[in-house]
Nanobody
Framework: QVQLVESGGGLVQPGGSLRLSCAASGFTFSTYAMRWYRQAPGKEREFVARINADGNTNYGDSVKGRFAISRDNAKNTVSLQMNSLKAEDTAVYYC?????????WGQGTQVTVSS
């Protein structure tokens, strides 16, 4: 079965950096787009970034120029490099896959940006 396991969250000061990873299994990872979403307290889940099977990427407006998504098909992982972090980036970050008409989510990893 599909499993998505996020890691790398934590507490970071404003202006700092953090790298999230998502380990995927249960499907042919290299052939599917992968996404990151986030959800802050009291807010709706928000699109963060996407990477297609061919490596093309796109980003939510609020993170463009600061975040970078990448994938390692040999390790079945997708990563999110987050730079110049702001307090408003505080959220639970989720890895996402849409496959076979079903949307899959990981358990999420908490990112807190605070001094």
């Amino acid at each position: 079965q599909v499993q998505l396991v996020e890691s790398g969250g934590g507490l970071v000061q404003p202006g700092g950096s953090l790298r999230l990873s998502c380990a995927a299994s249960g499907f042919t990872f290299s052939t599917y787009a992968m996404r990151w979403y986030r959800q802050a307290p009291g807010k709706e889940r928000e699109f963060v970034a996407r990477i297609n099977a061919d490596g093309n990427t796109n980003y939510g407006d609020s993170v463009k120029g600061r975040f970078a998504i990448s994938r390692d098909n040999a390790k079945n992982t997708v990563s999110l490099q987050m730079n110049s972090l702001k307090a408003e980036d505080t959220a639970v970050y989720y890895c996402n896959l849409f496959w076979g008409g079903v949307t899959y989510w990981g358990q999420g990893t908490q990112v807190t940006v605070s001094s």
